[in-house]
């Protein structure tokens, strides 16, 4: 990335601080409070509400497994770096274990990107337009899918990583310097794909910098802060781990899904991730203009995943721009340095997998460029003036239809579910948790099969085997024999989803054939196993409630 040098004449070539008033004026201080507070608490509306969704119990059971001693990698299964494991743990820790404190969390990591996306886009956006950037990271970002994952916490690691990068480019301090390498390598340890997007984003930087043909040379604190930052969080992980006789193993695990998880989750770029009947529902069914507000409904999640495609190509924009010493102004820099990182981080999107969901946790930062849109400054030389009251119009009234269907499917949710873990709201009647909560004491062991390790961490239950979760075409036959054999040398009952099949064609669409026919797992449950009882999930979902034969069924407590 630009690197600072130290005469003045360097500085102009730079850019200097070409902030507006971002931040630095009292107007914009209040803004940024009631962004934060107002985006925290919009946020915390959603803390209790829940559809039960899979894959937020990933996180939320390995920081339990965390807390109760066991270590990532050698004691139970992750692909993930194992920062959002031990992040979400030291919260339990400090504020309680309940998925409350999650979630709170969880709108405080909102509130904090909301304001980033706003000190960003006021460095060339008028405030109105950053603010209404900054209030749709909050509506139709974070709360477009309110769940405790990793991802959410690493675009906390991206946005913090593009900030200390801008004000490096302002002041070329070597702690701004140190600051942006070191948030590189933290959110790597959130998300290995996230943070190799960061790393990749600074490169594409440099090669912006040297295309220029400005080449300040770096100084030697600069150089030494860089390598410092990127070097010691990785150097304290790997000491944890080798001090554990873990540290090969976690490399192993890390490179796990180049090889096993892009296999299963490839789908097309800017999947939508809609099965027949939702697509029926929002293109075919009902009066035309009912169709058409549903249309408008929808079109933010077919908009947001052009928007780092622009990034991309207004990177090469904007280094030919750079090259051209006689038409390079300050912001310059500021554009080209985004359009890196936002370049990279759509490389990290296309490697993993491309669909909807992985474009709207980083809005934050897509929303940059909206912003720039809405403001007219994509491309300076052009005047859109006319067609910006129509834009902001256009874009005010899809998004806002998103953002009211979310909150109101939310608010909508009134069946209340005591768990162990607190209370939680679904909008249909829940029967799983109630069944088990009276059946098993906490701390029992449970296998939920193949894939929903929120009943576990709700019930304050376990999984027999080293594996929370369980998906065919991902997971290996290898690891389907070692759930087998956990299963063999425990009694422990399991819940097991029968109609789990019929969500793989929508929801991992390159998953094999094969994958779904041979399963080791369900053959052996199939055998060895008896139904006690049919339970039903809150989205519909038949649970099978089963212990082993020759073993009674669980009576209530």
Known sequence: MPLAASAESTKSQWGGDFRKS????????????????????????????????????????????????????????????????????????????????????????????????????RRVCSRGIAAFAALLATTTGTAFRFLVLHNYYSTLGCCLFLYAAVRFLETRKPLWAFATASLASLTFLIEQSKGGGLYVGLALAFIALCFSGRRPLPSVRTLTSLAVGFLWPLAVTFAYFAFHHSATLMLQSWLWPLHHYTKANHVPYGYQNWSDYTRAAIFQKGPIGLRVVKIMMVLPGLLVPVLPLVAAGLWIYWIVRLRDQSRAFPEAWYYTLVCSVLSGLLISVIVGRADILHFMYLTPLWYLVLAWILEGRVFPSLSVNGLRVPLIAFVGTSFGLLSMAVLFAAIGMNK??????????????????????????????????????????????????????????????????????????????????????????????????????????????????????????????????????????????
């Open 22 to 121: 971002s931040g630095s004026n009292s107007r914009d201080q209040i803004v940024c409070v009631l962004i934060v507070v107002c985006s925290f608490v919009y946020l915390c509306i959603f803390r209790h509400y829940s559809t039960l969704e899979p894959d937020e119990g990933i996180v939320l059971q390995g920081a339990g497994r965390v807390l109760a001693g066991q270590l990532p990698y050698r004691d139970f299964f992750s692909f993930y770096t194992p920062g959002s494991f031990y992040l979400v743990a030291l919260l339990f820790r400090a504020f309680g274990d309940s998925f409350a404190v999650a979630r709170i969390s969880l709108a405080a990591v909102g509130a904090i990107c909301s304001l980033i996306t706003y000190v960003l886009a």
């Open 416 to 557: 209340r579910i005591e768990t162990r873990r607190g209370l939680v709201l679904t909008g249909s009647k829940e029967t799983v948790i109630d069944y088990v909560q009276a059946r098993l004491a906490p701390g029992s062991e449970l296998l939920v099969y193949p894939y929903l390790p929120l009943y576990n961490y709700l019930t304050n239950t376990h999984s027999p085997a080293p594996y929370d979760y369980f998906q065919p075409g991902m997971n290996t036959h290898e690891q389907a024999e070692e759930i087998v054999t956990s299963l063999r040398s425990s009694n422990a009952p399991l819940l097991f989803e029968s109609g789990f099949s019929e969500k793989i064609a929508n929801s991992w669409p390159g998953t094999s054939i094969a994958a779904i026919v041979d399963d080791p797992v369900g053959d052996y449950i199939a055998r060895n196993y008896r139904i006690c009882k049919v339970l039903a999930s809150a989205e519909g979902w038949q649970f099978q409630f089963m212990a082993k034969k020759g073993a009674p069924c669980p009576d209530p407590r």
